[in-house]
């Protein structure tokens, strides 16, 4: 491998201009099909696989209903005394209704507020459902601007008009501000970091190379596959972390080899050999760890893993491809890496690490424990309009149907009654009585049968909203009635509805958690042990990682679900944490951790393995590797807190879990703990059995061969 890449890195360096011309072409195709083909993420999130859906899907077969189809709520609120029932009001609402359906021929109906009866009790507040007649992905931005072009004018009428609907009422931000905000705090770092601006300008070029790349290709799949827009964010956010970081590894390593090799194509050559070998095992890592987003059995991870593991796929690549392109370009602009006075000398965090590691360690784990409490009251559950900026239109109009309709309006629960027995019918009523006198019910509907009369549907509006503890335990026991009237009354209940489904969504992801978390830890430990050919490196790594998830954890929750330093992030809703932010979180922080693991402890082993000295060859990994992963995890960290700017609650949380999960793993676990306890541990830190040892294959990701080059 070490000497593929020797070869490979001197080719792209030599053949500069015709490396960079050839990824540009491939980029410009890739955005000429994306051109034609356009973006088609959903704001959706769906799952198979839970009874909730297949009750959905049956309602929609026994009551000739299609979900699928898209629809829009639009909200009118006065601020007068049953303001909404002036004569003035009524025919402002009529006629902006009756224009709506005018212009667009993709409206199947349009309800009037009243006619349909869709009054709040105050008579202050009214709603009117917009149906489509193609799937809510078919209901593009033009028919939605049609819709908010038309209600423009009820200001004048001095109404307040909001949206919602399963349509995606606000355009998805691909890319921007957040990404911006990342890219140059990462600039800055890397300029501290190299002295120079075109050397820090390089890893910059890479990734946004390589992230137009693989995210022009994901948007293309978009259109065959439906992806929820998350899918997009997360793509980004790790492909522009890693492309930055892997091309930042081989840009240091390069700048090492000058010092001694000054013919820069043989020193591209080994910096690509060398720092390359390791690249790639860091990306095969964080691959195998996002596809292993695949073992929990849900669509949508699986699709947000595989197309993560596109992003990190690129930016491998465009580090060992493009970065000896761009050397080549400006090889006589990059100065060798300095060496420091006293270099032999310990640093201040040699001395506190090596020289006092029972108390560094102490203090680490204090910390990472006192941030993990928090995570024994995390909730999951998956966000809703409710979660929403306060100055999105969907939030407004959740808030006011809220407070107008009650909480549990936003999120009604459906029954579906199989009468099919003979006599069942005839007990409905009395079903739906006993339903309607369970606690934390508000409202429960007559059955309404279908045509055949073998189902029926009944409504329940809960008193509490969507997300509230009060609607899922409803739920329960609700279905824990079913039994009862399924053998006293002949009838099987069925419940589902969105809220429903969420709680069954959040319930599969939260039980995937241990075994996800498992496979990792059995894998981590599996790789890092063929790699160091110990035991006691490979479990203080793993047990690390955890303690590093958990304060993770515990932290977003803190933040997301407890209300602390919300403002500092801009939460303006708190609630349960995204039902699969921690499985998300436990794929990517394991391949981050592992990157830093394998780049500090790999250079300590080959220290060990020529010295024999344990402190020694803590205290040169810690010297020489240190820097590179402390600019590693602070570039990690801006990109990744760049997107708490996002308005999106969802995209925050992401943000926040995967930027403080990289530094609470970074500095104080591989930077911390790490060291310490192989300190602690002494030699006994690098034994292996000798039968293990012959068994296991030999990986060289340090490029050992490549010495008789240099």
């Not at 293309?220 to 980004?236: D, G, Q, R, W």
């Not at 049968?449 to 503890?469: C, E, H, Q, R």
């Not at 794929?587 to 020694?616: C, P, Q």
């Amino acid at each position: 491998m070490a000497n593929l890449l020797y070869k490979l890195g001197q080719t792209f360096a030599k053949h500069k201009w015709k490396t960079i011309i050839s990824w540009f072409v491939v980029l410009g195709i890739i955005v000429a099909v994306l051109a034609i083909k356009g973006i088609n993420f959903t704001d959706d999130i769906k799952m198979s696989g839970l009874k909730s859906l297949d009750t959905s899907n049956k309602i929609e077969e026994e009551f000739k209903q299609d979900s699928q189809k898209g629809s829009i709520r639009v909200v009118f609120k006065s601020d007068q005394e049953k303001g909404i029932i002036t004569p003035e009001s009524q025919a402002a609402i009529t006629q902006v209704l009756a224009e709506i359906k005018k212009n667009d021929d993709k409206i199947e109906s349009v309800a009037n507020p009243y006619e349909a009866k869709t009054i709040s009790p105050d008579m202050t507040t009214a709603f009117a459902d917009i149906s489509y007649s193609v799937s809510a992905l078919a209901v593009n931005e033009k028919s939605i601007d049609k819709v908010k072009d038309a209600l423009k004018g009820m200001d004048d009428k001095d109404l307040q008009t909001e949206m919602t609907g399963n349509v995606m009422i606000t355009p998805m931000d691909i890319g921007g501000s957040s990404e911006a905000i990342g890219i140059v705090v990462a600039l800055v770092i890397l300029i501290i970091a190299f002295g120079s601006v075109i050397a820090a300008g390089l890893p910059i070029i890479t990734a946004i190379l390589s992230l137009g790349t693989s995210v022009g290709i994901i948007a293309i799949i978009s259109s065959y596959f439906e992806m929820p827009n998350v899918t997009l964010t997360l793509a980004v956010m790790i492909g522009l972390a890693v492309a930055i970081d892997y091309a930042l590894f081989i840009l240091f390593k390069y700048r090492q080899i000058i010092r001694t090799e000054k013919n820069h194509l043989k020193a591209v050559g080994l910096a690509t050999g060398t720092a390359g070998s390791a690249v790639i095992f860091a990306g095969i890592t964080v691959i195998i760890a996002v596809c292993g987003l695949s073992l929990v059995g849900i669509e949508f991870l699986t699709v947000m893993g595989l197309a993560s593991a596109l992003s990190v796929l690129f930016a491998v690549l465009s580090a060992l491809i493009l970065i000896p392109a761009f050397i080549g370009v400006f090889h006589k602009k990059i100065k060798p890496q300095k060496e420091k006075a006293g270099k032999k000398g310990d640093n201040i965090w040699t001395k506190f690490v090596v020289g006092k590691p029972l108390i560094a360690f102490l203090a680490a784990v204090i910390v990472l424990g006192g941030l993990s409490i928090p995570f024994g009251s995390m909730e999951l559950g998956i966000p809703d309009n409710g979660s929403k900026p306060k100055d999105s239109t969907e939030k407004k109009a959740y808030d006011i149907l809220s407070d107008k309709f009650g909480e549990g309006f936003n999120g009604p629960l459906v029954i579906l009654a199989d009468t099919t027995e003979k006599g069942s019918a005839a007990n409905l009523a009395t079903v739906t009585k006993h339903i309607s006198g369970m606690k934390d019910v508000a409202i429960v509907t007559p059955p309404m049968p279908n045509a055949n009369g073998d189902y029926a549907l009944i409504t329940v509006i809960p008193k509490t909203g969507p997300t509230s503890n009060k609607t899922t335990q409803l739920v329960h026991d609700l279905r824990s009635y079913a039994k009862t009237a399924d053998s006293k009354y002949g009838i099987n209940m069925e419940v589902t509805g969105q809220s429903a489904i969420n709680i069954d969504m959040s319930q599969k992801l939260n039980d995937a958690i241990p075994v996800f978390a498992s496979v990792i830890v059995v894998l981590a430990f599996i790789l890092l042990t063929v790699v160091f050919r110990s035991l006691l490196i490979p479990l203080t790594a793993v047990l690390g990682f955890v303690l590093s998830l958990t304060a993770t954890l515990g932290f977003t929750t803190m933040v997301m679900q407890d209300g602390v330093f919300s403002e500092l992030f801009g939460i303006s809703t708190t609630g349960p944490v995204l039902a699969f932010l921690p499985v998300i979180t436990i794929g990517i922080l394991f391949g981050l951790a592992m990157d830093y693991e394998v780049f500090l402890m790999s250079r300590v082993h080959e220290e060990y393995t020529l010295t024999k000295d344990n402190t020694h060859s803590i205290k040169t990994g810690l010297k020489e590797s240190g820097p590179v992963i402390i600019a590693a995890a602070l570039i990690m960290f801006s990109v990744f807190i760049s997107f708490v700017f996002a308005p999106d609650p969802m995209i925050k949380s992401i943000g926040i879990a995967l930027g403080f999960g990289v530094l609470f793993d970074a500095f104080i676990v591989r930077l911390t703990i790490i060291p310490a306890l192989t300190k602690l541990f002494g030699k006994g830190s690098w034994y292996m059995p000798k039968w293990l040892d012959k068994v296991l294959p030999s990986m060289d990701i340090e490029g050992h061969h490549l010495k008789d080059k240099k």
